[in-house]
């Protein structure tokens, strides 16, 4: 794959990833936590296609072919980043909402 290709395929994935976690705790909000189970499932399956086309760049540079750095690449490699630790944070709102609902139906919290 020539760069330009790698760091759209990246960006998208990240993205998509991204979209998702913003979507679960979206989801978790309206107390519907099984859509937002489904969408943290799909940011991780957009997360493992990214992961995956990462590891071909770790691996063709171990084999000692070098890739060029440009700016699009630092850029999709930024995106990736961010959509991991925002799958981690969605992750932690839907559990902080699904504890909020759970003592909201005890009578612990209005």
Excluded: P
Aim: hydrophobic share 40%; aromatic share 6%; charged share 30%.
């Amino acid at each position: 794959m020539q760069n330009e290709k790698i760091s759209y395929q990246l960006i998208t994935n990240a993205g998509n990833s991204k979209s998702y976690s913003m979507l679960a705790i979206e989801a978790a909000r309206e107390k519907d936590f099984v859509k937002a189970k489904e969408y943290l499932n799909k940011a991780k399956d957009e997360l493992k296609k990214a992961h995956s086309i990462q590891f071909e760049l770790i691996q063709t540079e171990a084999q000692g072919i070098h890739m060029n750095m440009d700016v699009i690449l630092v850029h999709a490699q930024d995106h990736l980043t961010m959509a991991l630790m925002m799958k981690e944070q969605a992750e932690e709102f839907v559990n902080i909402y699904k504890e909020l609902e759970e003592l909201r139906t005890k009578g612990g919290v209005n």
